[in-house]
């Protein structure tokens, strides 16, 4: 098994940590998104990272290929089988993708990836609009379902994966949650990120 994609993106990170908890053996292949490499364009149509090759298989998508690894490996088990504790790890995988990551990608963007990646200039106004007006909103919300270590259904899963992957990045940005505001939401992505597969993923290769 080959997942292609560098461990600075927070969806490649989803793979890995997944990856990590279920003891899959997989080869890393830490490129970027839209590298030419033809087993990566093969399995990424759009050439985003993640994709994954399992023999003859090819599939690209974070949350697919967790789909995917979720039934080839089933323990231990990610995604809960209670409808209701289902339906909620698919609202917050979503939730983490397509809401947190764009806002709380920002940071990352302007103080890591332009300079460091792209030889181009970051934009601190847009630091300061991202952490004072455009994330609190979303803290605010977390900070009001977080009830325990984890999110869904009392036990560590794609959920918590989802949500926590891009705070790694925002504490590469030198940024982090204010704990004196939001004490839950401090306190429970703490404890994500020292779980040893994050510890793994994030210590994966980047190039
Ligand atoms: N929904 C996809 C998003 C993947 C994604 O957007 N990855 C970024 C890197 S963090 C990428 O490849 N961007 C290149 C692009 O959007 O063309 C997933 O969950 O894997």
């Known amino acids: 098994m080959k997942l292609y994609g560098t461990s600075l993106s927070p969806f490649v990170r989803k793979v890995l940590v997944v990856l990590a908890e ?3 053996e ?4 830490p490129l970027r998104f839209h590298d030419p490499d033809p087993g990566f364009q093969a399995a990424s149509p759009l050439g985003k990272i993640p994709a994954l090759e399992d023999g003859e298989f090819r599939l690209a998508d974070s949350s697919a290929i967790i789909h995917y690894l979720e039934r080839k490996h089933p323990a231990p088990a990610l995604l809960p089988s209670g409808a209701q504790d289902a339906g909620r790890a698919v609202w917050f995988d979503k939730f983490g993708d397509g809401e947190l990551f764009p806002v709380l990608i920002k940071p990352f963007v302007q103080r890591f990836f332009l300079p460091r990646l792209m030889n181009k200039p970051g934009d601190e106004a847009v630091v300061a609009k991202c952490m004072a007006e455009e994330l609190p909103r979303l803290f605010d919300y977390l900070e009001g379902v977080i009830d325990g270590p984890y999110l ?5 899963g794609l959920a918590d994966v989802s949500v926590v992957t891009t705070f790694h990045n925002l504490h590469v940005a030198g940024e982090a949650v204010d704990a004196g505001r939001w004490p839950k939401l401090a306190a429970y992505v703490k404890g994500i990120l020292e779980r040893p597969s994050f510890q793994a993923a994030i210590a994966a290769r980047k190039s």
């Open 152 to 156: 869904v259904g009392g036990a560590f």
């Open 26 to 29: 997989a080869e890393h292949v």
């Open 22 to 24: 279920k003891g899959i």
